[in-house]
């Protein structure tokens, strides 16, 4: 991978964010100057679940995997940010992140953010709509998942099976119970 960056490379690249696009020049370079590098390989995890909280990270070149246990939650390419800025700096991170690629990313601290969006109003509605977006896609994702789970549903029902988790189904007895119960009748 190429050397470091120099304080312009960092401020160019954050520019090329598209959350960040709209933020002064000025504001940028700011959280450039303070932003670690961190190179990474495949396999490598950045934080781990359950780790003290490091801030945002961004990508500025390769692949990143954000997991919960060994659920995939989301795969972070180039100009994409993550972090979990809910949690306070040194807070447990909530998820993983694992290099997919040789990756290069930028660490900003928490509080060099929380500090961006006071000092610079755009960075923190820029932030704002960034958390909005996000907010939409993963509602359209739940919409998405509760339209194929009431399909789902609609093909049990037309294969005669009662949907598990419906508050009207009946409770059904696994075969070994019903067959104990069977017994127990013919017995009395």
Known sequence: MEDTLTLIEKT??????EVLASIPTEALA???????????EPGDVLFAEGEPNRGTFLVVEGLIELR??????????ERMAFGEMFLDEGEPHQYTAVASQSSHVLNLPSQEVLEGMIDFPEFGVAMVR??????????QRVLEMEE????????????????PDRPDAPTATPPQAQLRADKIERSL
Do not use: P, S, W, Y
């Open 12 to 17: 160019a690249f954050l520019k090329t964010v």
């Open 30 to 40: 700011r959280l450039a100057d303070r932003a670690q590098e961190v190179r990474c």
């Open 68 to 77: 919960k246990g060994a659920a995939l939650v989301r795969m972070l390419r």
């Open 130 to 139: 960034a958390l909005a977006l996000r907010n939409h896609r993963l509602t």
């Open 148 to 163: 194929l789970l009431a399909q789902f549903h609609a093909k049990l029902q037309e294969a005669g099976i009662d949907a």
